[in-house]
């Protein structure tokens, strides 16, 4: 499965260079990586995509859905995501942050750095 989809330690390894392609194809997204100032310990990741933050400001109801579930990989953690509702009542994807624990402080981080 390693030579397929590559290690857990090279994908931590290649987050900022994914984050900096995501900037390059998709202007006005949001994506950064914070890793700890002294260990240089990955500690969280945000994506989240130009179009999805104007199809909320432009097409959604003003309703925010608010979702964590679990990571089960090697180094486990936690995968948060805002979304919301378009006008059919479908799912509207707005945000992901993946980070190493759900708290109310990691949601108010997440939220504030996801704000327009």
Same mark, same amino acid.
């Given at each position: 499965m390693e030579s397929i989809v590559g290690s857990y330690d090279q994908g931590y390894?290649?987050?900022?260079?994914?984050?900096? /392609?995501?900037?390059k194809s998709n202007p006005g997204s949001i994506a950064r990586t914070w890793l700890q100032d002294e260990t240089l310990q990955w500690t969280g990741t945000l994506v989240a995509f130009n179009a999805s933050l104007n199809g909320?400001?432009?097409?959604?109801?003003p309703i925010l859905g608010l979702d964590g579930c679990f990571l089960k990989?090697?180094?486990g953690g936690v995968c948060l995501s805002v979304l919301s509702l378009d006008a059919n009542n479908g799912?509207?994807?707005?945000?992901?942050?993946m980070c190493r624990? /759900?708290?109310k402080e990691i949601w108010l981080d997440f939220l504030a750095k996801i704000e327009p």
């Open positions: 390894h290649d987050l900022p260079s994914l984050c900096v /392609e995501i900037l909320f400001v432009k097409g959604c109801r990989g090697k180094y799912l509207f994807p707005i945000g992901v942050y624990t /759900e708290c």
